[in-house]
């Protein structure tokens, strides 16, 4: 692990490849070393947003996601919980951890849904919105640098290819491995 840390060359290699070498083999072997790169970088390319989210606005990507999807003001009523979850593309319980954040910080509020007095909707507090409309401002700079190595045409491609791989990602359907189980042994 100490030559990760180390090594220029090795920093740019994929998990499971010698640091520079190229694919050998195939077209196939070459396509799985390419697609292991690619979704590598994403992996890269999400914990370094989240990294510098972090640094430079002071608030996490997801903490960025639910403000801005709560700052549409369409639904003044708010959003549920389940409804926000699946747009943002995040679990239930890893989203209530950052609205309870977001709650004690004083910038969202969980409100008796006025459609079904049962259900309970998010909506931006008064100080979440002022607190938005200020981290705005911010995050179109961010993006501005974020980006500027791209003329126009690449970035509409780059989201067109983003959105497509999304897409796809949603129709990924293994086959899950048959498991041999024996009743009260565990395996190690």
Known sequence: MASVRNSRKAVEAVPGEQPGAPPAGNAERIADHLNNRIFFRLFQVANTL????????????????????LSD????????????????????????????????????????????KRGRVVKLTPEGFAFWKELRERIFQFYDQAVSGFKFDDR???????????????????????????KGKRRP
Not at 50 to 69: I, P
Not at 158 to 182: C, D, I, M, W
């Open 50 to 69: 989240q990294k510098q989210a972090v640094k430079e606005l002071g608030v996490t990507t997801v903490q960025w996601a639910v403000l801005g999807a």
């Open 73 to 116: 003001p369409r639904p003044t009523y708010g959003v549920s919980v389940g409804t926000l979850a699946d747009f943002l593309v995040v679990s239930r319980q890893n989203l209530d951890g950052v609205l309870k954040r977001l709650e004690r910080d004083g910038l969202v509020e969980r409100v008796t849904d006025p459609d079904d």
């Open 156 to 182: 509409v491609a780059f989201a067109h290819y983003l959105n497509s791989l999304q897409g796809l990602l949603t129709k990924v359907s293994l086959e899950q491995p048959k498991r041999e189980r024996s």
